[in-house]
């Protein structure tokens, strides 16, 4: 369930009342869940989308949203206590960048490459793991319509090739097979 990945990614942060974080890959379900845990945390979140999903990114909850494929609001934020990351590759190379030391930069695609040149962030790895609470936590939070993952198709079992061929295709968002 990406529910619970996306509370683990920003539990890894270790952020608090107050302080602040960037959640990249904010209109996805594990950026959702985590922007969800971070509210609930009394953190400021800032969701970090991109350009064209900036529609999208109003439905998440955050405090801010800036375009990680602008430059320009790449360099315009602020020090971050933490960044929970969600997509990697020079999206992360470059957010790593504007981590305070003694900061955390957890992410589910590892480190960024250029990790080593940031001594005084600590990387923070997440791989999901089964935990009975979180998973109630977000469940509930789903069943009470305060944490909304958007299903892009729905279909029945029996069509889970259907559903499979449209995954490959991408665009469609998530996708539910229903028993």
Partial sequence: MRDKTGNQ???AT???AGQTVMVV??????GRSAVFTAKARG???????????MDQAKT???DQVVATDDDTAIANLPALDAVADAVGGRTAEKLI????????????????????????VKVAPVFSKFDRETLQFMAEAVRDGKLV???GLKLPLSEAAEAHAAAEKGGIGKILLVV
């Fill in 9 to 11: 990614l920003l539990s």
């Fill in 14 to 16: 270790g952020i608090e």
């Fill in 25 to 30: 890959g904010a209109v996805g379900g594990v």
């Fill in 43 to 53: 953190a400021t979140v800032i969701a970090g989308i991109l350009k064209r999903q």
């Fill in 60 to 62: 998440v909850g955050a």
């Fill in 97 to 120: 960048a504007k981590v305070k030391p003694g900061g955390v930069f957890a992410s589910v695609l590892g480190a960024p490459q250029n990790a080593a040149k940031y001594p005084s």
């Fill in 149 to 151: 993952i958007p299903i």
